[in-house]
């Protein structure tokens, strides 16, 4: 069915604009609020997670490691003190990022806010700051999006004792699923008339029986009937062949997400999500870190690939950010601002993305990543265009551009060390349009 539906939607509503390679949009998608968010590029993932310590592990480990009982008690101790709105925006901002995403509630089923449909929520807590309210303010305040992660599982709400490892062996939820799923449309509703996101970041959508593409329809239905200026991703499962594929009827949202991966260019508007301690979101100070390396690479080929990345660092139990955290996070971020115009409001291409690096466009500008030590890049003509001039991005110097029988060249000086991923930025003689990929040479 999937299979099926995902192709006649595709014929129905792929719509080549000749300027974007984003042609494949769910028509009820608020297209000014999509393009903020594709222009962003980079977000902070912010994995409030009140059962974990690293002895007992998270929601994942309930009833496997950890008996639900033990991990529901650390949850209602949780006591992040040291919270602070604004610090937590103030790291966003410096860090680059453009927009922040924000667990509200995981797979446990326990709310970090007051909610009028369960007891297991922030209000039996000793800390009664409103977390998700003020940082929603200070990050609006600050001109950053702000999204809301939503777990759609709630081994809580459906009277589960452990994670669902096999759905096919969980009983009916509690009350019945008809009563779950007016649960999880009510909690949706309040979230989205209390706080306004505008985004929101859906998960524990893969419940077969309990959650079906229709009830992910159904619920974006009542997103936008809510509040029509929202993006959301991950209403329910829409994988074919052990890939998630985007559909643009509501059961995927407005675009997808993808974990610890990248993808090359889809025609669709995407994003790729990991930590900076994964597979670890939640803050164990044993949990290796991604490297300096690793973050920008990937973040790279993201941007490259015309897609948003959202990276995660999970608080320590006081409520503040660890430092070994951030400060591997700054160490992308001082990439990104060093080469932030090859960056931010560009899309990725024209070229196909290959050993050599990838590219990005915006304007009259094209901007080649290069991810290969090579002392000159030869650049095939460009039909219909000229490049009039060359310069590293980073710093602004000037560099030689030579003009050859089937294009361009540009020399390249010595790569500085420990220098990653130097970028070049080419003036064309007119603003580019984006009509198909390309090979660079």
Same mark, same amino acid.
Do not use: Y
């Given at each position: @069915?999937?299979? %099926? /539906?995902?192709?006649?939607?595709? &014929? *129905? !509503?792929?719509?080549?604009?000749?300027?974007?390679?984003?042609? $494949?949009?769910?028509?009820?998608?608020? =297209?000014? $609020? &999509? =393009?903020?968010?594709?222009?962003?590029? $980079? +977000? !902070?993932? /912010?994995?409030? @997670?009140? *059962?974990?310590?690293?002895?007992?592990?998270?929601?994942?480990?309930? +009833?496997?490691?950890?008996?639900?009982? /033990?991990?529901?008690?650390?949850? !209602?101790a949780w006591d992040p003190e040291k919270f602070n709105a604004k610090t937590i925006v103030d790291f966003a901002v410096n860090a680059g990022c453009k927009y922040i995403t924000v667990i509200s509630k995981h797979h446990d089923g326990f709310c970090i806010w007051d909610s009028r449909y369960t007891s297991f929520d922030q209000e039996r807590l000793k800390f009664k700051k409103d977390i998700l309210g003020e940082l929603g303010r200070e990050a609006h305040r600050r001109g950053l999006l702000f999204g809301i992660y939503y777990s759609i599982l709630d081994i809580e709400q459906m009277g589960w004792d452990k994670m669902p490892f096999d759905i096919g062996t969980m009983p009916e939820p509690r009350g019945g699923k008809a009563n779950f799923v007016q649960f999880t449309h009510n909690q949706v509703k309040e979230l989205l008339t209390k706080y306004k996101p505008d985004i929101l970041w859906f998960d524990g959508y893969w419940l077969k029986q309990y959650w079906t593409n229709e009830d992910g329809r159904k619920l974006y239905a009542d997103i936008k009937k809510t509040k029509p200026n929202t993006l959301s991703r991950g209403l329910s499962s829409t994988r074919v062949n052990d890939e998630d594929v985007f559909v643009p009827d509501g059961s995927a949202g407005d675009y997808l997400c993808i974990e610890a991966k990248t993808s090359e260019g889809p025609a669709y508007p995407w994003e790729a999500c990991t930590s900076v301690s994964y597979p670890v979101y939640a803050y164990d100070p044993a949990a290796p870190l991604k490297s300096k390396k690793e973050l920008i690479t990937m973040f790279? %080929?993201?941007? *490259?690939?015309?897609?948003?990345? $959202? &990276?995660?660092?999970?608080?320590?139990?006081?409520?503040?950010l660890p430092q070994p955290l951030t400060a591997r996070f700054l160490e992308l971020s001082d990439w990104v601002l060093k080469n932030k115009q090859a960056i931010y409001n560009t899309s990725g291409g024209p070229f196909r993305q290959g050993d050599w690096g990838g590219s990005t466009y915006k304007g009259n500008q094209l901007f080649l990543h290069l991810r290969k030590d090579m002392d000159e890049v030869a650049i095939r003509a460009l039909k219909g265009y000229s490049i009039l001039s060359a310069k590293d991005a980073g710093t602004g110097k000037p560099l030689t551009l030579i003009k050859t029988a089937t294009g361009y060249s540009v020399k390249l000086p010595p790569a500085n060390e420990g220098e990653l991923i130097p970028v070049v930025a080419l003036r064309l003689d007119k603003p580019f349009r984006f009509n198909g990929w390309l090979s660079l040479n």
């Open positions: @069915m999937i299979n %099926k /539906v995902w192709v006649m939607a595709a &014929l *129905c !509503l792929i719509t080549i604009t000749g300027s974007s390679q984003t042609t $494949l949009v769910n028509p009820r998608t608020d =297209k000014k $609020l &999509l =393009k903020q968010f594709q222009d962003a590029k $980079l +977000g !902070l993932f /912010v994995h409030w @997670m009140a *059962c974990f310590t690293p002895a007992t592990g998270d929601s994942w480990e309930i +009833g496997r490691k950890t008996p639900k009982r /033990v991990a529901d008690s650390i949850s !209602l790279d %080929k993201v941007v *490259c690939g015309n897609g948003n990345f $959202l &990276l995660n660092i999970g608080p320590d139990r006081d409520g503040t």
